[in-house]
């Protein structure tokens, strides 16, 4: 047992196997085929603790010899487990091992495993294996969420380190120069837009997906000739970065620096120094960031972990500095800290309930982190009970079947074959079948039915989001056309003007532009009805102009970046819808031109390091180009990540398309994964104490009714010819009449018994006078002819003194033959009727010693031994009826060793289970085969001088005390006869 958890605590404690038994169903291949493995190593330690158990049993150690070992093994193992780094209370493994073990002992005592035994079994293991697994993995989340708060303390990150230098090296290269010389040469006369700078760092920053994931950065650029700021958006002078960046802590690479805990703004300070045609220095200040998987593409990138602290996506954490909170995630924490600090570089539980647990680390720098998690309550164990003990019912059966074929078990777990058939097991095998078959229906439609209506949703779901982002998109398109009206009204109005118009032909003009307008409204109705909703009724505010701005596209030369056409122009203001459908909605959102190239991503970053296509996708392009459909959804995927993506047309007021909207949509998988799993393991708890209360039920309501079915089964197996009790069963029911019939035939074999036992005992008065008669009649003629003599002798010759020596002989004749008249009346008396026994306890030892003695010096051409055991067998029984018995066996023995043969003859007591047996064996010439069946019948004997009474005596002697008497013999080798008798205890002898 110590071993086996020393096993359970190396595979959970000692290994990187996830084991999330807050929902098995999410456990991954490896920790499935663990928990296979733990199956199988409980299967084999119940083997190996029933063969030891059994070993134990067969020494014939008595009940309380067994308890006293088990008392003294648990003490001895308490030193194991205070210092063999269990990481186990000594007195739960100690309650545990105790009820395991006095459960094994009542157990070995069992002929044949029943099913109530097999669940218990199951139950059993379930329930400890639970309780060692749930307290191990209790251990192993403290020692991961410490493992935790002393990363998170620390900003420092080597991993990142790794990746700005990589970036640094990659900014410093001359093609990134020459970007940022287009930059500098085209706003040579004012600030450089920061967006069109973070495009250049984005084009680098996108590829590290670890930076990416985990980091957030801020840019600030000056040039270094007079320290003026080069960016728009900059709130830091140049001397204050300088600054900054000096005060931080070095690193390998003289380019980045660490701005440590205590400044309470930590991160990363990247500083380069680019020749440019205007020399600039740029800071790239890196913070930690974490991205949250709410789209598709952020999904894609979950595989790079902050620290490779892969499992901090399932913990929630604060980090107070100075007592005030910096920074929390995944729950709202307390802006104060309130909780008393441990000292610094220690850990403490601070709250541990069953539904949370909160651990607090004191950093240094005054640094406090807490840490916590959802521990789920007392449903998390119960899983684990539920889990374990499917997987150990799956393995019984598995290796129940394999066994039925191959009959590898031992007698007593071999269930599945050696189990009787009967109607009470047959009962519950298909009640609890019934339960398990339900709970697979229930599982297998409850499957179908999330995916069916969980696909239903979401796809409505995705209607809506598209729906809505369509008409946020319409919205800012017609705001746009409205506003470029504007614009060319009044200078249509100006135009006029200067060639002279009047105002009447002003208002002409006006009121045709107006039908114009209404003629578009009409056709983009559903557009503007979307729009009207949306606004809900309110006037739509005109936006203000924008500065111009323009996309750098790397690929192409300065002359060719200038914005020209209309097409441009569309292109450039259907990119910035991006960020509000992608922030309102939280959608990835992709536009693509006519041709099905991308304009424009949320995630361009993505598209960047080729992780994705830039070409829509060419079924939805067919649909959308070429057969004028208004949206097409098409399957999609990226590695192993599959999901859906929406196309749309994006239209101007004119009804023409502009380009194409893509819209990608996960949340359906993960959202079903997860609805799924946490249904069925609910629905496994359920299941599992389901199957075990209907268990219960099945095995009581199958007892009940066949209760009276066994009795009457018992009953059958007890009938004899007398003395049988009636069957009383109240009901009138198929068993009533079952019944009844057995109480008819039972009055009917009584009244048959009692004429029979008259007859026998008829028969029998009869056949002992015969054979009365003949032994009588035996001696009673030798008897006659001595007396006749004698008469005869004292007839012719009266003188007494020659007649005396006959007087005398034949006298003695007489009362030779009297005693032995005498003995047969006095044989014929003891086996009518036994004189009644005195039981007490006594040493059978001590009486095969005595009888021993009696006989050893009987013959001396007899070698007559005894070979004693070490224990001391106690018998209840009458000391002078068995002795008797010792007696006839020994006296047997000698008579039949022939003559011309020297006598071994031996005397062996020995244990076998719960009985005490005294073989005497001979070297005699055998009992033949053809009256082997009459050794122990009355009146039968092989020797002249015996009434064969003897043996038959014996016998009943021994059955009158519960014991047996039986006999081996080999024709010309000799006989062995065995005397069994129930023992009281067993003691050792000193």
């Given at each position: 047992?110590?071993?086996?958890?020393?096993?359970?605590?190396?595979?959970?404690?000692?290994s990187?196997?996830?084991?999330?038994?807050?929902?098995v169903?999410?456990?991954?291949?490896q920790?499935?085929?663990?928990?296979?493995?733990?199956?199988?190593?409980?299967?084999?330690?119940?083997l190996?603790?029933?063969?030891?158990?059994?070993a134990?049993?067969?020494?014939?150690?008595?009940k309380?010899?067994?308890?006293?070992?088990?008392?003294?093994?648990?003490?001895?193992?308490?030193?194991?487990?205070?210092?063999g780094?269990l990481?186990?209370?000594?007195v739960?493994?100690?309650?545990?091992?105790?009820?395991?073990?006095?459960?094994?002992?009542f157990f070995?005592?069992?002929?044949?495993?029943?099913?109530q035994?097999?669940v218990g079994?199951?139950?059993l293991?379930?329930?400890?294996?639970?309780?060692?697994?749930?307290?191990?993995?209790?251990?192993?989340?403290?020692?991961?969420?410490?493992?935790?708060?002393?990363?998170?303390?620390?900003?420092e990150?080597?991993?990142?380190?790794?990746?700005?230098?990589?970036i640094?090296?990659?900014l410093l290269?001359?093609?990134?120069?020459?970007?940022?010389?287009?930059?500098?040469?085209?706003?040579?006369?004012e600030?450089?837009?920061?967006?069109?700078?973070?495009?250049i760092?984005?084009?680098?920053?996108?590829i590290?997906?670890y930076?990416?994931?985990?980091?957030?950065?801020?840019?600030?650029?000056?040039?270094?000739?007079?320290?003026?700021?080069?960016?728009?958006?900059?709130?830091?002078?140049?001397?204050?970065?300088?600054?900054?960046?000096?005060?931080?802590?070095?690193?390998?690479?003289?380019?980045?620096?660490?701005?440590p805990?205590?400044?309470?703004?930590p991160g990363?300070?990247?500083?380069?120094?680019?020749?440019?045609?205007?020399?600039?220095?740029?800071f790239?200040?890196?913070?930690?960031?974490?991205?949250?998987?709410s789209?598709?593409?952020?999904?894609?990138?979950l595989?790079?972990?902050?620290?490779?602290?892969?499992e901090?996506?399932?913990?929630?954490?604060?980090?107070?500095?100075?007592?005030?909170?910096?920074?929390d995630?995944?729950?709202?924490?307390?802006?104060?800290?309130?909780?008393?600090?441990?000292?610094?570089?220690?850990?403490?539980?601070?709250?541990?309930?069953s539904?949370?647990?909160?651990?607090l680390?004191?950093?240094?720098?005054?640094?406090a982190?807490?840490?916590?998690?959802?521990?789920?309550?007392?449903?998390?164990?119960?899983s684990?009970f539920?889990?374990?003990?499917?997987?150990?019912t799956?393995?019984?059966?598995?290796?129940?079947?394999?066994?039925?074929?191959?009959?590898?078990?031992?007698?007593?777990?071999?269930?599945?074959?050696t189990?009787?058939?009967?109607?009470?097991n047959?009962?519950?095998?298909?009640?609890?079948?019934?339960?398990?078959?339900?709970?697979?229906?229930i599982?297998?439609?409850?499957?179908?039915?999330?995916?069916?209506?969980?696909?239903?949703?979401?796809?409505?779901?995705?209607?809506?989001?598209?729906?809505?982002?369509?008409?946020?998109?319409?919205?800012?398109?017609?705001?746009?056309?409205?506003?470029?009206?504007?614009?060319?009204?009044?200078?249509?109005?100006?135009e006029?003007?200067?060639?002279?118009k009047?105002?009447?032909e002003?208002?002409?003009?006006?009121?045709?532009?107006?039908?114009?307008?209404?003629?578009?409204?009409?056709?983009?109705?559903?557009?503007?009805?979307?729009?009207r909703?949306r606004?809900?009724?309110?006037?739509?505010?005109?936006?203000?102009?924008?500065?111009?701005?323009?996309?750098?596209?790397?690929?192409?030369?300065?002359e060719?970046?200038?914005?020209?056409?209309?097409?441009?122009?569309?292109?450039?203001?259907?990119?910035?819808?991006?960020?509000?459908?992608?922030?309102?909605?939280?959608?990835?959102?992709?536009?693509?031109?006519?041709?099905?190239?991308?304009?424009?991503?949320?995630?361009?970053d993505?598209?960047?390091?080729?992780?994705?296509?830039?070409?829509?996708?060419?079924?939805?392009?067919?649909n959308?180009?070429?057969?004028?459909f208004?949206?097409?959804?098409?399957?999609?995927?990226?590695?192993?990540?599959?999901y859906?993506?929406a196309?749309?047309?994006?239209?101007?007021?004119?009804?023409?398309?502009?380009?194409y909207?893509?819209i990608?949509?996960?949340?359906?998988?993960?959202?079903?994964?997860?609805?799924?799993?946490?249904?069925?393991?609910?629905?496994?708890?359920?299941?599992?104490?389901?199957?075990?209360?209907?268990?219960?039920?099945?095995?009581?309501?199958?007892?009940?009714i066949?209760k009276?079915?066994?009795?009457?089964?018992?009953?059958?197996?007890?009938l004899?010819?007398g003395g049988?009790?009636?069957?009383?069963?109240?009901?009138?029911d198929?068993?009533g009449?079952?019944?009844?019939?057995?109480?008819?035939?039972?009055?009917?074999?009584?009244?048959?018994?009692?004429?029979?036992?008259?007859?026998?005992?008829?028969g029998?008065?009869?056949?002992?006078?015969?054979?009365?008669?003949?032994?009588?009649k035996n001696?009673?003629?030798?008897?006659?002819?001595?007396?006749?003599?004698?008469?005869?002798?004292?007839q012719?010759?009266p003188?007494?003194?020659?007649?005396?020596?006959l007087?005398?002989?034949?006298?003695?004749?007489?009362?030779?033959?009297?005693?032995?008249?005498?003995q047969?009346a006095?044989?014929?008396?003891n086996?009518?009727?036994?004189?009644?026994a005195?039981?007490?306890?006594?040493?059978?030892?001590?009486?095969?010693?005595?009888?021993?003695?009696?006989?050893?010096?009987?013959?001396?051409?007899?070698?007559?031994?005894?070979?004693?055991?070490?224990?001391?067998?106690?018998?209840?029984?009458?000391?002078n009826?068995v002795?008797?018995?010792?007696?006839?066996?020994?006296k047997?023995?000698?008579?039949?060793?022939?003559?011309?043969?020297?006598?071994?003859?031996?005397?062996?007591?020995?244990?076998?289970?719960?009985?005490?047996?005294?073989?005497?064996?001979d070297?005699?010439?055998?009992i033949?085969?053809?009256?082997?069946?009459?050794?122990?019948?009355?009146?039968?004997?092989?020797?002249?001088?015996g009434?064969g009474?003897?043996?038959?005596?014996?016998?009943s002697?021994?059955?009158?005390?519960?014991?047996?008497?039986?006999?081996?013999?080999?024709?010309?080798?000799?006989?062995?006869?065995?005397?069994?008798?129930?023992?009281?205890?067993?003691?050792?002898l000193?």
């Amino acid at each position: 047992m110590l071993m086996v958890c020393s096993i359970f605590k190396s595979i959970i404690l000692d290994s990187s196997i996830v084991f999330d038994f807050e929902n098995v169903f999410n456990l991954n291949s490896q920790s499935v085929l663990a928990m296979i493995g733990v199956v199988l190593l409980l299967l084999a330690f119940f083997l190996f603790s029933h063969r030891m158990m059994q070993a134990i049993y067969k020494v014939g150690l008595s009940k309380n010899g067994r308890l006293g070992a088990i008392a003294v093994s648990l003490l001895a193992s308490i030193p194991v487990v205070l210092y063999g780094d269990l990481k186990l209370p000594v007195v739960y493994f100690l309650t545990a091992a105790l009820i395991y073990l006095i459960v094994f002992e009542f157990f070995v005592e069992v002929r044949a495993l029943s099913l109530q035994w097999l669940v218990g079994w199951l139950m059993l293991f379930s329930c400890l294996t639970a309780m060692l697994l749930y307290k191990y993995n209790g251990d192993k989340d403290y020692l991961r969420r410490e493992e935790y708060a002393i990363a998170l303390a620390s900003y420092e990150d080597k991993q990142a380190e790794e990746g700005v230098i990589e970036i640094g090296k990659l900014l410093l290269a001359d093609s990134t120069r020459h970007m940022w010389n287009l930059l500098t040469n085209y706003y040579e006369d004012e600030l450089i837009p920061k967006e069109e700078a973070r495009d250049i760092m984005d084009a680098h920053f996108g590829i590290n997906k670890y930076l990416l994931h985990n980091y957030k950065f801020t840019l600030y650029g000056y040039y270094r000739e007079n320290g003026e700021a080069a960016l728009t958006e900059q709130n830091k002078t140049f001397g204050d970065m300088e600054r900054q960046f000096m005060q931080a802590n070095a690193t390998s690479s003289p380019i980045l620096r660490f701005r440590p805990e205590k400044t309470r703004d930590p991160g990363y300070l990247l500083r380069l120094d680019l020749k440019t045609s205007h020399p600039l220095t740029i800071f790239v200040m890196l913070k930690r960031s974490f991205s949250t998987p709410s789209k598709v593409y952020t999904e894609m990138l979950l595989d790079k972990k902050y620290k490779n602290l892969g499992e901090l996506d399932n913990y929630d954490y604060g980090i107070y500095q100075n007592d005030t909170l910096v920074e929390d995630r995944n729950e709202t924490y307390a802006k104060q800290l309130t909780d008393s600090l441990p000292p610094e570089g220690q850990i403490r539980i601070v709250k541990h309930s069953s539904t949370r647990s909160e651990l607090l680390y004191h950093a240094p720098n005054n640094i406090a982190i807490k840490i916590g998690r959802v521990t789920g309550g007392y449903i998390k164990p119960l899983s684990l009970f539920s889990y374990v003990f499917t997987l150990l019912t799956l393995a019984i059966l598995l290796f129940g079947g394999i066994n039925y074929f191959t009959n590898a078990l031992p007698g007593p777990l071999n269930f599945f074959r050696t189990a009787k058939p009967s109607l009470r097991n047959q009962f519950q095998f298909w009640v609890i079948s019934m339960v398990l078959f339900s709970f697979l229906g229930i599982g297998f439609v409850t499957v179908w039915y999330f995916q069916k209506s969980s696909n239903d949703y979401h796809k409505g779901r995705l209607d809506r989001k598209v729906t809505s982002a369509l008409a946020s998109v319409n919205y800012e398109i017609r705001a746009w056309h409205k506003e470029r009206q504007r614009e060319w009204d009044n200078e249509r109005r100006r135009e006029l003007k200067d060639h002279g118009k009047d105002t009447e032909e002003l208002a002409r003009e006006k009121k045709r532009e107006m039908e114009r307008e209404r003629e578009r409204e009409k056709k983009g109705g559903t557009i503007a009805e979307n729009e009207r909703e949306r606004a809900g009724g309110k006037e739509l505010e005109h936006k203000q102009e924008e500065p111009h701005k323009f996309r750098i596209k790397l690929e192409k030369p300065h002359e060719e970046l200038m914005v020209g056409d209309m097409e441009e122009l569309n292109a450039f203001s259907l990119s910035s819808l991006i960020p509000l459908v992608s922030e309102v909605h939280r959608l990835d959102v992709n536009i693509y031109n006519l041709n099905g190239d991308l304009i424009t991503s949320s995630e361009e970053d993505i598209f960047k390091g080729g992780l994705v296509s830039n070409k829509m996708g060419a079924y939805a392009y067919l649909n959308l180009h070429n057969l004028g459909f208004e949206r097409s959804d098409q399957d999609e995927s990226i590695g192993n990540l599959f999901y859906t993506a929406a196309y749309l047309p994006l239209k101007d007021l004119e009804g023409n398309t502009l380009a194409y909207m893509g819209i990608p949509y996960y949340a359906q998988h993960r959202e079903l994964r997860s609805e799924v799993t946490d249904f069925m393991s609910t629905l496994l708890n359920v299941y599992v104490f389901l199957l075990l209360i209907a268990g219960g039920l099945a095995i009581v309501i199958a007892n009940s009714i066949t209760k009276k079915l066994t009795e009457l089964g018992n009953s059958l197996q007890r009938l004899r010819l007398g003395g049988n009790e009636p069957i009383v069963w109240r009901r009138k029911d198929e068993i009533g009449d079952l019944v009844e019939a057995y109480n008819r035939a039972v009055k009917k074999i009584e009244e048959s018994s009692l004429l029979l036992a008259q007859s026998e005992r008829d028969g029998a008065w009869r056949e002992m006078a015969k054979q009365v008669a003949h032994e009588i009649k035996n001696p009673l003629t030798p008897m006659k002819l001595s007396i006749q003599y004698l008469l005869h002798a004292y007839q012719s010759n009266p003188d007494p003194k020659s007649i005396e020596p006959l007087l005398k002989r034949v006298s003695g004749t007489l009362v030779e033959q009297i005693e032995s008249l005498a003995q047969i009346a006095t044989e014929f008396s003891n086996f009518a009727k036994m004189p009644q026994a005195q039981n007490i306890q006594f040493s059978l030892n001590d009486l095969a010693a005595s009888v021993h003695h009696l006989f050893k010096n009987e013959r001396p051409d007899m070698d007559i031994s005894i070979e004693m055991p070490k224990s001391d067998f106690e018998v209840y029984a009458d000391r002078n009826h068995v002795t008797r018995v010792f007696n006839n066996l020994l006296k047997n023995a000698i008579q039949a060793v022939p003559d011309e043969r020297k006598g071994l003859i031996k005397i062996v007591l020995y244990q076998e289970g719960n009985k005490a047996i005294l073989k005497v064996a001979d070297n005699g010439s055998g009992i033949p085969p053809e009256i082997q069946e009459k050794v122990f019948s009355p009146n039968f004997s092989t020797k002249n001088s015996g009434t064969g009474l003897g043996l038959a005596i014996c016998k009943s002697i021994i059955e009158g005390f519960k014991g047996d008497i039986y006999f081996e013999t080999e024709m010309d080798k000799g006989t062995t006869f065995f005397v069994e008798l129930p023992l009281m205890s067993v003691t050792e002898l000193a």
